[in-house]
């Protein structure tokens, strides 16, 4: 499957390239397949991608920002290239790439920081650069307008930190960040913020540093589908043990919604988001443009 996935992928003429296979790619990739618009995968975990190799979709199996990698996408001949990275430096070195190679073609970039962003943004790459995080933003702050009392954020990436930080700038609120992988966070930290580098998916494990019933909100940000369980299951003890407390979860399966509901609680979705966002400023011919 990979060597055919590879050979479809090379015969590719003015089709849209997708780079990293994350939750807003499969959107991405997903729209392509049920409109017929024409595209390519670039992603370097074979594993990640079995299924659409499985169905003879066109994939190239490898890193990004090796030169091979793009010609076998056939990247001087795309429309549109979709990066989507964790990791800046590959996001840049994608870009830089792509638009020697092709300098006519649109590039739409993820990427956190702002001054990334500019760098992105002017030229020669002239890409458009966007953070799904902060168009998240939107809905949090519906959220979190005019509220009171403490608020808990549990996760670990742009998203978690920028919520936590968001509630810390209210007034009169204590904002308590359960992040177990990072010892800091990428916005100024201020007093009423407090950061622990744990994992918090008991109530137990809150109650150690917090009163819950100081607390009205709880925003569980975790991305990875593995955590899901451990999401509804604090949702739920929350739901028991504190109904006073207002629940947010991140989920990237819509069909999730149903469960998280029963808890009382809200859901939100990152690449959802992003993907409605980006269908707004891509071109006319994208293959992810709404229909008219």
């Not at 009169?172 to 992040?179: A, C, G, K, N």
């Not at 808890?263 to 006319?284: D, I, M, R």
């Amino acid at each position: 499957p990979v060597i055919t996935s590879r050979i479809l992928a090379s015969h590719k003429r003015n089709h849209a390239i997708i780079i990293g296979y994350h939750h807003l790619s499969e959107r991405i990739i997903e729209h392509c397949i049920m409109y017929k618009k024409q595209f390519c995968l670039i992603e370097d975990n074979e594993e990640l991608v079995e299924d659409l190799l499985n169905a003879k979709h066109p994939i190239v199996i490898g890193d990004a920002t090796e030169t091979t990698s793009l010609e076998l996408a056939n990247a001087k001949y795309a429309k549109e290239v979709f990066i989507n990275m964790d990791d800046v430096r590959v996001a840049i070195i994608c870009t830089e790439k792509i638009r020697k190679m092709n300098p006519h073609c649109q590039i739409y970039v993820r990427a956190f920081a702002d001054h990334v962003q500019e760098y992105l943004r002017e030229p020669p790459l002239n890409a458009f650069s966007f953070s799904t995080s902060k168009w998240a933003m939107e809905h949090i702050h519906e959220w979190t307008k005019n509220k009171i009392g403490g608020a808990i954020v549990i996760g670990r990436d742009n998203l978690t930190h920028r919520i936590a930080y968001h509630i810390s700038q209210q007034p009169d609120r204590e904002v308590y960040l359960f992040d177990d992988i990072n010892d800091g966070i990428a916005f100024v930290v201020n007093e009423h913020l407090h950061i622990y580098q744990e994992f918090a998916c008991y109530l137990s494990d809150l109650c150690a540093h917090v009163k819950l019933e100081k607390i009205t909100q709880v925003f569980i940000c975790w991305k990875e589908e593995s955590e899901f369980d451990e999401a509804i299951y604090l949702t739920s003890k929350l739901r028991l043990r504190h109904p006073h407390i207002e629940v947010f979860v991140r989920i990237f399966d819509e069909e999730l919604k149903d469960i998280i509901k029963k808890f009382n609680a809200k859901t939100f979705s990152t690449s959802k988001k992003a993907f409605k966002e980006l269908q707004k400023v891509v071109s006319k011919d994208s293959v992810i443009a709404q229909k008219e």
